[in-house]
């Protein structure tokens, strides 16, 4: 695979974060880097040698589900606190920084959950510029309950009598409380302090240079190439596609499949929006038959995934064969992909999402691969499309699965459903945006429930089948709430579909948070 780090100058002052198994990693990442510092996720047991090769700038050890004391708990390499970098422990991080360097860990009777009043007793550079009491988000099950004379107390709680510590000598800092997540108001300001006045980072990750950056690289890897593209409409292959094109312009190639599993217009819609910003080649696949076929009598929702991924990679390698020279394949691969598949050797290695991404493709078709968003998350991505002067509308249309519309038609697909589904889903998505509230949610969608019901309408009794709404707001797709929509609109959207889509009779709303339900029926 060609080295497509299109940032090393942008990336050379560096924080890195120590994985232990936290929910808010990736949160903490995000948040460093909207203080325009590079931020990269690493394995927590990686040597205090790899990390000082990588030379970053400060290291931040996250919180974890375990506890420090526990067999198996996750441990850094205790000489990682004498390399003279900056340590900021949070939660589990800092019990470990204080294991490893004297002090008490306790476990709390019962597990603090939720928000707390910080009394902040010295100011330290962690905490400058701040208030002497600021709301704090809690989550953990132990606690330190004392500290070695190498450390003093900088804050504490009803509760917590350490809730943030600092090392007497050396720049290492420790927090019982997350400053990442939202519930800590001014955990932003605290991160701050800490990126660039203990780390003394410049802040040099700025969207528009790494545009740049990585334009330029494409361009000197590709050369007189030519370059496929896989576009979807959806906001990372997009994105991809407009940087190629500003930087290889007619050197690019663009495949569309229309699998006929896309929303209402939706094919019409991509077309017009990419042929208005970009002159490049463009080829549609109108598959709908080959899909149809290929999902007669299945309802398992796995085999449905299955089958449609092998669709989707013998369409787009016909496609891609009959285009004559190509040499690479751009992927709109994110950096939580990266993470998340163990990409990364010093990354965290976690489980592949069964469902995501079709792998395989390049090596067979002989291409070289093209990855220029593998550094970035996804709301960067967005930024770097308004950047590219992308739309509004393009950069925050919800994400759409691969498998489309036949994950949200449960059971058998059939064109006869995804019309009525297609019909519907329009409704909840036009009414949601009529009332303003489409960028306030994360999804929306229509499902369709092969479940008939009675009705009546008119004089007539009916027996129509089921639309469920689903609606939720999220930061990363991995939890998710349900949006707390506005009766009115769930009334309005209700009405349109029962009066306007032939076969539908019922209309429910589903308030379930992810987890333990998922984003998607199926
Ligand atoms: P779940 O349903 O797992 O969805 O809570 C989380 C996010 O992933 C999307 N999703 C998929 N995306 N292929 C995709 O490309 C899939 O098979 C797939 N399944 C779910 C889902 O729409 C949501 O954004």
């Given at each position: 695979m060609a080295n497509q780090t299109a940032t090393e100058n942008l990336t050379a002052q560096r924080i890195v974060v120590l994985d232990?198994?936290?929910?808010y990693a990736q949160l903490i990442a995000r948040r460093v880097r909207e203080q325009n510092v590079y931020c990269q996720i690493l394995r927590h047991d990686l040597s205090a040698d790899r990390i000082a090769e990588l030379a970053p700038k400060g290291i931040i050890l996250s919180g974890g589900p375990s506890s420090v004391y526990a067999e198996g708990a996750p441990q850094c390499d205790p000489q990682l606190f004498n390399l003279g970098i900056p340590v900021l422990g949070i939660c589990y991080g800092m019990q470990l920084a204080c294991e490893a360097l004297g002090g008490k860990i306790d476990h709390t009777p019962s597990r603090e959950y939720g928000p707390a009043k910080c009394s902040i007793s010295d100011q330290n550079v962690l905490f400058?510029?701040?208030?002497e009491s600021i709301d704090v988000w809690m989550s953990h099950g132990d606690q330190v309950s004392a500290i070695s004379d190498v450390f003093k107390s900088l804050a504490e709680t009803q509760t917590c009598p350490y809730a943030a510590i600092a090392h007497r000598e050396l720049p290492i800092f420790g927090m019982q409380f997350h400053p990442e997540v939202t519930h800590t108001p001014l955990g932003g300001q605290i991160l701050r302090n800490f990126v660039i006045d203990v780390c003394g980072c410049e802040g040099t990750w700025h969207l528009g240079d790494f545009a740049h950056a990585a334009i330029e690289q494409i361009r000197s890897l590709v050369g007189k190439n030519r370059v496929i593209c896989g576009l979807s409409g959806g906001v990372d292959s997009s994105v991809v596609a407009a940087l190629l094109y500003k930087a290889i312009g007619p050197q690019l190639s663009c495949i569309l499949v229309d699998n006929g599993l896309l929303r209402k217009d939706e094919q019409v819609t991509v077309i017009q929006e990419f042929t208005n910003h970009f002159k490049t080649d463009l080829h549609v696949v109108q598959a709908e038959d080959r899909f149809m076929e290929t999902l007669d009598g299945i309802s398992e929702p796995q085999e449905k995934r299955k089958r449609i991924g092998y669709a989707f990679i013998d369409c787009f390698k016909e496609e891609a064969l009959k285009i004559?020279?190509?040499h690479f394949l751009a992927q709109g691969t994110l950096y939580p992909d990266v993470i998340e598949s163990g990409a990364?050797?010093?990354?965290p290695a976690a489980t592949i999402k069964l469902h995501h991404n079709v792998g395989g493709l390049p090596e067979e078709l002989g291409f070289e691969l093209i990855?220029?968003?593998?550094?970035?998350?996804k709301d960067e991505v967005r930024r770097l499309g308004l950047e590219l002067g992308l739309p509004e509308s393009l950069v925050w249309r919800h994400p759409f699965p691969g498998p489309g519309l036949a994950v949200r038609c449960l059971g058998e697909v059939t064109r006869e459903k995804l019309k009525v589904l297609r019909e519907a889903d329009s409704i909840v998505v036009n009414e949601i945006k009529a009332a303003g509230l489409y960028r306030e949610t994360s999804q929306s969608f229509a499902v369709l429930l092969p479940v008939q019901s009675v009705g009546v309408m008119g004089d007539a009794r009916t027996y129509d089948n089921a639309i469920a709404i689903r609606s939720v707001k999220t930061d990363d797709f991995m939890t998710a709430d349900w949006s707390r929509l506005p009766y009115d609109l769930l009334a309005r959207i209700s009405t349109r579909i029962i009066n306007?889509?032939?076969?539908?009779n019922r209309v429910c709303y589903d308030i379930s948070s992810k987890p333990p339900a998922t984003i998607e029926w199926e």
């Open positions: 232990f198994g936290s929910q400058r510029g701040l208030p004559k020279d190509a990364d050797p010093d990354g990855e220029p968003l593998r550094d970035l998350f306007e889509v032939a076969g539908i």
